[in-house]
């Protein structure tokens, strides 16, 4: 069973730092592209960054362009989003997420229940 759990998020003052963490079981977590997603109350879904197998290939959105940073550990099976230099509209519920179409494990792709990070003035 494919499972994704984001962790780390929390309550930080306007230009604070964050690490969120998501831990994937149930899959060969070495063989995927990864996503990180966001959603703000009242507002859609948006894409914020992705990332490659081997974690050499990266794209952000640009509103966090320059300031989060996307990784992974294939060994561990974590993948990890740094939040640096945060603003009031980074508030949002953060999801990892794995694309369509990566595997006939989960062909509509997944997401983790996501994790709260709250950015105050």
């Known amino acids: 069973q494919v499972q994704l759990v984001e962790s780390g998020g929390g309550s930080v003052q306007a230009g604070g730092s964050m690490r969120l963490s998501c831990t994937g079981s149930g899959f060969s977590f070495h063989a995927y592209n990864f996503n990180w997603f966001r959603q703000a109350p009242g507002k859609a879904l948006e894409r914020v960054a992705t990332?490659?197998?081997?974690?050499?290939?990266?794209t952000y959105d640009e509103t966090v362009r320059g300031r989060f940073i996307i990784s992974r550990d294939n060994d561990a099976k974590i993948l990890y989003l740094q939040l640096n230099a945060l603003k009031v509209e980074d508030t949002a519920t953060y999801y990892c997420?794995?694309?369509?179409?990566?595997?006939?494990?989960?062909?509509?792709?997944?997401r983790g229940p996501g994790t709260q990070v709250t950015v105050s003035s």
């Open positions: 997420d794995i694309p369509p179409g990566e595997s006939w494990l989960v062909p509509n792709g997944a």
């Open positions: 990332i490659n197998p081997r974690g050499d290939r990266v």
